[in-house]
Structure formats: C-alpha cells, structure tokens
C-alpha cells in the first residue's frame, strides 16, 4: 500500500500532551518526516528520521516509529502548535513520496 | 538562509498549460534532489514530482505523468514545472521543496523536505 493514514483531528489542552499518529506499510521501511502547517503558510518541517529536529524547533516535539506506525508527540503543547500535520515518507517502490492525510490539532 | 521562491501560477481554462518556476539562492542548487507538491483548497497536501540532482532521474505522481514534467537548470539555480492539458482537479497552490536525506545505523537511507517555497496558486477554470 502506497497510503499513509492519519486521525483527522485530535485536541490537548493547553500544557498537556498530544500524539499524532501515521500508519503505513511503508513506514516499515522508512522513518517518516513530520510537517506543521498553519494556515495560509507553507509547511515546515519538524521531524525527521528515527528522532531529528531541525534547528529552531522546539524539544516539546518528538518522534517515535513502531513497525508500520509513526508517531509525533507535543510534549507541553502550546496555542502556536495548533496546526495541521503532515506525515510523510517514501512509497513502498521507493521512488516515489506519499503524504499522510493530516491531523488537524486544536489546543484548549 | 535557504531560499525558495515559486511563480507562473495563475487562471488558466481546461486543456490550457502552464509553466511554474522555483528560483533556489543562498545554497548550492546543483547539489539537491527537489520536489514539487500541491494542495488543493481545503485539501491535504500531495506529492506530485522529484527530480535528482543533475536532472538525470524524474519521478512523477500517478495522477499527473504524462501531463506535467519536472525540470531543472542548474546554471540558473532553478526548478521547473511544466503543467500541460489542466484539468479542474489541478487547482492548487504549488510548493517546490529541497529534498535530503541520511543514511541510519544500516546504511539505510532516510528522506526528507527540509525548506520550502512559499507556494503560487495554479486555478483551473472555465
């Protein structure tokens, strides 16, 4: 399978904790990046690989990946992570990228 | 820091095309695999098209090869996308990324997007 699934929306109240998951055949064979979009912005990238930030992104967010489930968790979740997020990999022929089908995130 | 800025989106009717640029400054073009990926109004994002480093690979989202072609000019620092008979899906912003990679613990490779541009709308309608 060339998909990647995701919950389409989850909510954490303020200062608390929030997973977001992504689940594919393909993540069996590559980890996935994870992508923030607020609206009317392009995404950015959050997480990468086994467990990466990029500079300038905030250690609240982490990452996990259990066989065909890739996680992002908001570890003390803020009013400026409420977006939409994007899980991304490899397909399974290699060649090609899929998206996940977003998670909205709504912080209370 | 890494910029990336796309133009050439726009109005344009069914069966028309259209060309998309993405200027790339402040890193070296040449040496980076790119991508392009659309999202439609209201929509999820979707990959569409990569091409290698050097242009000597192109690979392309089901939903568009044959219609659209991924190109580069190294010498100009710029990435291309050539969108030809435009359906009323294709409607979308447009976002051109820089693609990289590493290799985990098994020599593995992993991939990621790790700048983008700020995107140009393409609207397809009659």
């Known amino acids: 399978s060339s998909e990647l699934t995701q919950d389409p929306a989850v909510s954490v109240a303020l200062g608390q904790t929030v997973r977001i998951t992504c689940q594919g055949d393909s993540l069996r064979r590559y980890y996935a990046s994870w992508y923030q979009q607020k609206p009317g912005q392009a995404p950015v990238l959050v997480i990468y690989?086994?467990?990466n930030r990029p500079s300038g992104i905030p250690d609240r967010f982490s990452g996990s990946s259990s066989g065909n489930t890739a996680s992002l968790t908001i570890t003390g979740a803020q009013a400026e992570d409420e977006a939409d997020y994007y899980c991304?990999?490899?397909?399974?022929?290699?060649?090609?990228?899929?998206f996940g089908t977003g998670t909205k995130v709504t912080v209370l | 820091q890494v910029q990336l800025v796309e133009s050439g989106g726009g109005v344009v009717q069914p069966g028309w095309s259209l060309r998309l640029s993405c200027a790339a400054s402040?890193?070296?073009?040449?040496?980076?695999?790119m991508q392009w990926v659309r999202q439609a109004p209201g929509k999820g994002l979707e990959w569409m098209a990569a091409?290698?480093?050097?242009?000597?690979?192109?690979y392309y989202a089901d939903s568009v090869k044959g219609r659209f072609t991924i190109s580069r000019d190294n010498f100009k620092n710029t990435l291309y996308l050539q969108m030809n008979s435009l359906r009323a899906e294709d409607t979308a912003v447009y976002y051109c990324?820089?693609?990289?990679?590493?290799?985990?613990?098994?020599?593995?490779?992993?991939?990621?997007?790790?700048?983008w541009g700020q995107g140009t709308l393409v609207t397809v309608s009659s």
């Open positions: 991304n990999s490899r397909d399974s022929s290699g060649n090609h990228y899929v």
């Open positions: 091409i290698s480093y050097d242009g000597s690979n192109e």
């Open positions: 690989g086994k467990n």
């Open positions: 402040t890193f070296t073009f040449s040496s980076y695999a």
């Open positions: 990324a820089r693609e990289l990679y590493y290799y985990d613990s098994s020599g593995h490779p992993h991939y990621y997007f790790d700048y």
